[in-house]
Protein backbone atom coordinates (compact mmCIF):
# COMPACT_ATOMS: atom_id res chain seq x y z
CA UNK A 1 0.00 0.00 0.00
CA UNK A 2 0.80 3.77 -0.22
CA UNK A 3 2.97 5.08 1.90
CA UNK A 4 2.29 8.50 4.42
CA UNK A 5 4.91 9.43 6.76
CA UNK A 6 5.19 12.24 9.74
CA UNK A 7 7.67 14.53 10.76
CA UNK A 8 8.59 14.51 13.71
CA UNK A 9 7.63 11.44 15.62
CA UNK A 10 7.43 13.42 18.96
CA UNK A 11 8.11 16.91 20.07
CA UNK A 12 8.51 18.27 22.95
CA UNK A 13 8.02 21.88 23.36
CA UNK A 14 7.66 24.96 25.77
CA UNK A 15 4.50 26.45 26.63
CA UNK A 16 3.97 29.30 24.28
CA UNK A 17 5.87 28.20 21.31
CA UNK A 18 4.52 26.68 17.88
CA UNK A 19 5.25 23.18 16.20
CA UNK A 20 5.31 21.95 13.31
CA UNK A 21 4.44 18.89 11.80
CA UNK A 22 4.56 17.81 8.31
CA UNK A 23 2.71 15.22 6.54
CA UNK A 24 4.00 13.47 3.59
CA UNK A 25 2.77 11.05 0.97
CA UNK A 26 5.85 9.32 -0.34
CA UNK A 27 4.81 7.51 -3.27
CA UNK A 28 1.34 8.86 -4.57
CA UNK A 29 -0.06 12.27 -5.24
CA UNK A 30 -2.38 12.98 -2.14
CA UNK A 31 -5.20 14.95 -3.74
CA UNK A 32 -6.75 15.40 0.11
CA UNK A 33 -5.13 15.18 3.34
CA UNK A 34 -6.91 15.07 6.52
CA UNK A 35 -5.71 15.72 10.67
CA UNK A 36 -6.83 13.96 13.66
CA UNK A 37 -6.20 14.65 16.72
CA UNK A 38 -6.09 11.41 19.68
CA UNK A 39 -6.38 11.56 23.21
CA UNK A 40 -5.15 9.04 25.02
CA UNK A 41 -7.41 6.14 25.06
CA UNK A 42 -9.55 7.89 22.78
CA UNK A 43 -10.91 7.69 19.03
CA UNK A 44 -9.20 9.83 16.19
CA UNK A 45 -11.88 13.52 16.09
CA UNK A 46 -11.17 14.79 12.63
CA UNK A 47 -9.67 18.13 12.96
CA UNK A 48 -9.70 19.62 9.38
CA UNK A 49 -9.53 18.58 5.63
CA UNK A 50 -7.02 19.72 3.67
CA UNK A 51 -7.00 20.10 -0.57
CA UNK A 52 -3.65 21.04 -2.32
CA UNK A 53 -3.88 24.57 -3.32
CA UNK A 54 -7.02 25.41 -1.24
CA UNK A 55 -7.75 26.53 2.37
CA UNK A 56 -9.04 23.72 5.17
CA UNK A 57 -12.05 23.10 5.86
CA UNK A 58 -12.10 23.05 9.87
CA UNK A 59 -14.23 20.65 12.11
CA UNK A 60 -16.36 22.42 14.31
CA UNK A 61 -14.79 23.79 17.32
CA UNK A 62 -11.43 23.54 15.81
CA UNK A 63 -9.70 26.72 16.07
CA UNK A 64 -8.23 27.59 12.60
CA UNK A 65 -6.41 30.32 14.12
CA UNK A 66 -4.76 27.72 16.25
CA UNK A 67 -4.39 24.71 14.08
CA UNK A 68 -2.71 26.56 11.13
CA UNK A 69 -2.83 23.50 7.81
CA UNK A 70 -1.32 24.35 4.97
CA UNK A 71 -1.24 21.55 1.57
CA UNK A 72 1.36 23.71 -0.57
CA UNK A 73 1.77 20.32 -2.99
CA UNK A 74 0.42 17.07 -3.59
CA UNK A 75 2.92 15.03 -1.25
CA UNK A 76 3.08 17.62 1.39
CA UNK A 77 0.61 18.97 4.26
CA UNK A 78 1.60 20.77 7.32
CA UNK A 79 -0.05 21.41 10.62
CA UNK A 80 1.32 23.91 12.65
CA UNK A 81 0.00 24.72 16.18
CA UNK A 82 0.74 27.72 17.23
CA UNK A 83 0.79 29.61 21.06
CA UNK A 84 1.15 26.03 22.29
CA UNK A 85 -0.51 25.26 25.50
CA UNK A 86 -0.92 22.11 27.95
CA UNK A 87 -3.80 21.20 26.81
CA UNK A 88 -2.45 20.79 23.15
CA UNK A 89 -0.70 17.83 23.78
CA UNK A 90 -1.82 15.10 21.66
CA UNK A 91 -1.71 12.41 19.41
CA UNK A 92 -2.16 13.95 15.31
CA UNK A 93 -2.29 11.57 12.88
CA UNK A 94 -2.52 12.63 9.35
CA UNK A 95 -3.98 10.63 6.52
CA UNK A 96 -4.17 10.75 2.90
CA UNK A 97 -6.46 10.01 -0.09
CA UNK A 98 -5.21 9.66 -3.96
CA UNK A 99 -6.90 9.88 -6.67
CA UNK A 100 -7.67 6.11 -6.52
CA UNK A 101 -10.80 4.60 -4.82
CA UNK A 102 -12.71 7.03 -2.98
CA UNK A 103 -12.74 5.36 0.42
CA UNK A 104 -9.25 4.63 0.37
CA UNK A 105 -6.94 6.48 2.66
CA UNK A 106 -3.38 6.08 3.96
CA UNK A 107 -2.58 6.72 7.73
CA UNK A 108 0.51 8.39 8.78
CA UNK A 109 2.30 6.87 11.84
CA UNK A 110 1.51 9.96 14.18
CA UNK A 111 3.19 12.50 15.82
CA UNK A 112 3.14 13.10 19.81
CA UNK A 113 3.25 16.49 20.98
CA UNK A 114 3.98 17.44 24.51
CA UNK A 115 3.88 20.71 25.29
CA UNK A 116 5.38 21.77 28.98
CA UNK B 1 -17.14 14.76 15.51
CA UNK B 2 -17.64 11.07 16.31
CA UNK B 3 -19.87 8.72 14.09
CA UNK B 4 -20.54 6.42 16.78
CA UNK B 5 -20.08 4.27 19.71
CA UNK B 6 -18.52 0.99 20.21
CA UNK B 7 -18.78 -2.01 22.66
CA UNK B 8 -17.41 -3.02 24.54
CA UNK B 9 -15.22 -0.09 25.44
CA UNK B 10 -12.47 -2.77 26.42
CA UNK B 11 -12.69 -6.40 26.29
CA UNK B 12 -10.12 -9.06 27.67
CA UNK B 13 -9.66 -12.72 26.58
CA UNK B 14 -7.52 -15.84 26.05
CA UNK B 15 -5.29 -16.48 23.30
CA UNK B 16 -7.25 -19.11 21.09
CA UNK B 17 -10.87 -17.59 21.82
CA UNK B 18 -12.99 -15.36 19.52
CA UNK B 19 -13.33 -11.75 20.12
CA UNK B 20 -16.24 -9.67 19.25
CA UNK B 21 -16.72 -6.38 18.76
CA UNK B 22 -20.10 -3.91 17.51
CA UNK B 23 -20.16 -0.42 16.16
CA UNK B 24 -22.96 1.93 16.01
CA UNK B 25 -23.42 4.92 13.77
CA UNK B 26 -25.70 7.19 13.41
CA UNK B 27 -26.12 8.56 9.53
CA UNK B 28 -26.47 6.89 6.16
CA UNK B 29 -22.96 5.57 4.70
CA UNK B 30 -21.50 4.55 1.28
CA UNK B 31 -19.00 1.91 3.54
CA UNK B 32 -18.08 0.88 6.72
CA UNK B 33 -14.41 0.33 7.63
CA UNK B 34 -12.50 -1.53 10.49
CA UNK B 35 -8.85 -0.19 11.50
CA UNK B 36 -6.57 -1.37 13.61
CA UNK B 37 -4.29 0.64 15.68
CA UNK B 38 -1.10 -0.65 18.01
CA UNK B 39 -0.57 1.76 21.30
CA UNK B 40 0.81 5.36 19.77
CA UNK B 41 0.95 3.86 16.29
CA UNK B 42 -0.85 5.04 13.28
CA UNK B 43 -3.80 2.90 11.96
CA UNK B 44 -3.83 0.20 9.75
CA UNK B 45 -6.99 -0.82 7.50
CA UNK B 46 -8.32 -4.12 7.86
CA UNK B 47 -11.41 -4.80 5.93
CA UNK B 48 -13.95 -2.42 4.23
CA UNK B 49 -17.79 -3.53 3.71
CA UNK B 50 -19.77 -1.63 1.80
CA UNK B 51 -23.50 -0.68 2.57
CA UNK B 52 -25.03 -3.16 -0.08
CA UNK B 53 -23.01 -5.76 1.72
CA UNK B 54 -24.13 -7.73 4.84
CA UNK B 55 -20.68 -9.89 5.66
CA UNK B 56 -17.91 -9.81 4.22
CA UNK B 57 -14.69 -12.33 5.52
CA UNK B 58 -10.70 -11.72 5.59
CA UNK B 59 -8.33 -14.86 6.91
CA UNK B 60 -9.25 -14.40 10.89
CA UNK B 61 -11.29 -11.12 10.15
CA UNK B 62 -15.86 -11.62 10.14
CA UNK B 63 -17.09 -8.10 9.30
CA UNK B 64 -21.21 -7.95 9.46
CA UNK B 65 -23.55 -4.95 8.94
CA UNK B 66 -26.87 -4.25 9.21
CA UNK B 67 -27.86 -0.65 7.97
CA UNK B 68 -31.62 -1.21 9.05
CA UNK B 69 -29.83 -1.20 13.03
CA UNK B 70 -26.87 0.98 11.59
CA UNK B 71 -24.70 -1.12 13.33
CA UNK B 72 -21.55 -3.78 12.22
CA UNK B 73 -19.45 -6.37 14.17
CA UNK B 74 -16.04 -7.21 13.86
CA UNK B 75 -15.17 -11.21 15.00
CA UNK B 76 -11.17 -11.73 15.36
CA UNK B 77 -11.38 -15.98 15.56
CA UNK B 78 -9.09 -17.94 17.19
CA UNK B 79 -7.39 -15.01 18.80
CA UNK B 80 -3.36 -14.16 19.37
CA UNK B 81 -1.68 -12.35 21.64
CA UNK B 82 -0.20 -10.15 18.70
CA UNK B 83 -3.91 -9.48 17.97
CA UNK B 84 -3.73 -7.01 21.13
CA UNK B 85 -4.78 -3.33 19.96
CA UNK B 86 -7.58 -0.64 19.59
CA UNK B 87 -10.03 -1.04 16.72
CA UNK B 88 -12.42 1.03 15.55
CA UNK B 89 -14.82 1.40 12.88
CA UNK B 90 -14.60 4.08 10.31
CA UNK B 91 -17.70 5.38 8.05
CA UNK B 92 -17.62 7.60 5.28
CA UNK B 93 -20.02 10.06 5.12
CA UNK B 94 -22.50 10.31 1.93
CA UNK B 95 -20.61 12.10 -0.01
CA UNK B 96 -17.63 10.29 0.72
CA UNK B 97 -15.29 13.18 1.65
CA UNK B 98 -14.56 12.69 5.11
CA UNK B 99 -14.39 9.55 7.37
CA UNK B 100 -15.97 9.58 10.89
CA UNK B 101 -14.31 7.40 13.70
CA UNK B 102 -16.11 5.41 16.70
CA UNK B 103 -15.19 5.49 20.15
CA UNK B 104 -13.16 1.86 19.48
CA UNK B 105 -12.69 -0.90 21.34
CA UNK B 106 -9.33 -2.10 23.31
CA UNK B 107 -8.93 -5.45 22.59
CA UNK B 108 -6.30 -7.30 25.52
CA UNK B 109 -5.53 -10.85 24.58
CA UNK B 110 -3.48 -12.78 27.03
CA UNK B 111 -1.24 -15.75 26.43
Known amino acids: GAVVSQHPSRVICKSGTSVKIECRSL??????MFWYRQFPKQSLMLMAT?????????EQGVEKDKFLINHASLTLSTLTVTSAHPEDSSFYICSAKGSGRAWEQFFGPGTRLTVL | SQQGEEDPQALSIQEGENATMNCSYK?????LQWYRQNSGRGLVHLIL?????REKHSGRLRVTLDTSKKSSSLLITASRAADTASYFCATDDTGGFKTIFGAGTRLFVKA
Open chain 2, 49 to 53: IRSNE
Open chain 1, 27 to 32: DFQATT
Open chain 2, 27 to 31: TSINN
Open chain 1, 50 to 58: SNEGSKATY
